[in-house]
């Protein structure tokens, strides 16, 4: 049975031209939302396949934050974010989407707990910024991915200072490794949602 209806003078199959033209539904809109959050959670999950070990850290390089960060540009902040807690929600039910192996709720007490937390706050962070009124440029959104990005490293810096007992240890293992890495995938996020803009004015009739 669908959801969606169109009056159709004198036909039952043809929809009205101002049926054809109506905008989406709230209905379709949130069924559409809903996918994208799913998609962004499963994105989360092929990027934490994608890793790589580092000498002297016991979290991994990989490219999950970069769907992060994206979560938050295309989803904005609420779906976003919402995108991130499934993505958790999933490896908490058991689910082997985590970047070490292993999964369960325990999972989260591990070192890097605390930046899967992050990824919830940082796409909320990256959303909040980029939904604000104003022109949406590669300046503005370069900040809101690095300030993503950080977001992400402060919640796995705390956390990861109470697992190890040594906040400059966990500094040492958790970020400074990382930041080149970091860098670089705050430069091909900017220049996706960049590309993104000029490319969806295009796609307006």
Known sequence: ?????????GSMNEPSG????????PLDRAAA?????????VLTWVGARISVPLPGTPVPATVQTL???LAGAFLGRRAGSASQALYI??????????????????YLLGPTGGYLVG??????????????????????????????????????LGWLSVVLGD??????????PFVLFDLAKVVIATGVYSGYLRWKPSTRP
């Not at 929600?89 to 192996?101: E, I, K, Q, S, T």
């Open 119 to 156: 990824f919830v706050a940082a796409a909320w962070v990256v959303g909040s910024l980029l939904d604000r009124g104003g022109k949406r440029g590669a300046l503005r959104a370069a900040a809101a991915f690095l300030l993503g990005a950080a977001t992400i490293h402060l919640c796995g």
């Open 167 to 176: 906040p400059s240890a966990a500094l040492r293992a958790g970020v400074l």
């Open 67 to 69: 769907a992060v960060l």
């Open 89 to 106: 929600l999933m490896g908490a039910a058991g689910l082997p989407v985590f970047a070490l192996p292993g999964a369960g709720p325990t």
């Open 33 to 41: 939302r809903l996918v994208l959050v799913f998609f962004f959670a």
């Open 18 to 25: 101002a049926a054809a033209s109506a905008p989406a539904r």
């Open 1 to 9: 049975m669908s959801l969606v209806h169109t009056d159709a003078p």
